[in-house]
């Protein structure tokens, strides 16, 4: 199993080198993000990346990716994902979009044992044109280490914060926000990582990246755009206390505008759990 994950970690190492060549990561994560909903009306984000179904062929699987609670929060065996489809060069049309979210009441959906993170195939309708991301944009310990990752570097994030979308065709709302903890490696060690953010209800599950030209680190300035998946929102930080009266007991969460995201390295292993 270990040699197995490390063959997988060498093809995202790989695959990340080449793609950042190639793509300008902010757009194609906005087109590949989407407001998920349950038939009970709980809500999250996800996104979408390509899997390739192996290396004998081009054939590739998409990949839903969001927190693992969204997903179990919603309640019966379906949700509706709010794709977008492309009319011409400025205008898109909305599509909800079914999906499977389990089968007579068992889970279709692979979660890591330990990270509030779930994976799930779905398949897409055919005037989903778009070009999704290869599963090889998602970060490792080993490119943090490389380009030196540390506190205060700026990343961004993708989701819809008490549902909100940033305009009538369904696309997400980008915001931005500071790495607010330490240590940052190794991930599945740490555990999660503290953003400087304001999120809601809403944005679990939303992708979390990174984006920098001209980054210096190892003593030199390197001018190519450093871009890649981080991870994603899990969810709010906040202060729970505990407020007592001679005749009662309350509870107050106290917001403290972090963001708790769930590293690259979980997502990795929860879709190699997929079949």
Known sequence: MKQIFLIIILF?????LEAQKRIELNTALMNSTFKIKGLNGSYGTAFILEKPVNSETKKKQFVLI????VLREMKGDSAILFLRWKINNTEYKKLNYKIKIRDNG?????NHDSADVAALYVTLPKNIHFKFLNIGMIGTDKLYEKINIHPGDQFLCLGFPLGQESNKYGFPIVRRGILSSYPITPGKQVGNYLLDIK???GNSGGPVYFVQSGRTYRGEM????TQFIAGLISKE???????KSAYKT??????????EVVPGVFIIETIAKLQ
């Open 12 to 16: 995202f190492n790989i695959h990340l």
């Open 66 to 69: 969001t927190a693992d609670h």
């Open 106 to 110: 068992e889970q279709s959906w692979v």
């Open 199 to 201: 999120i809601f209800k």
């Open 222 to 225: 390197h001018i190519e755009t």
């Open 237 to 243: 930080r906040v202060k729970i206390t505990q407020i």
């Open 250 to 259: 309350s509870v107050e969460a106290q917001q403290l505008d972090l963001a």
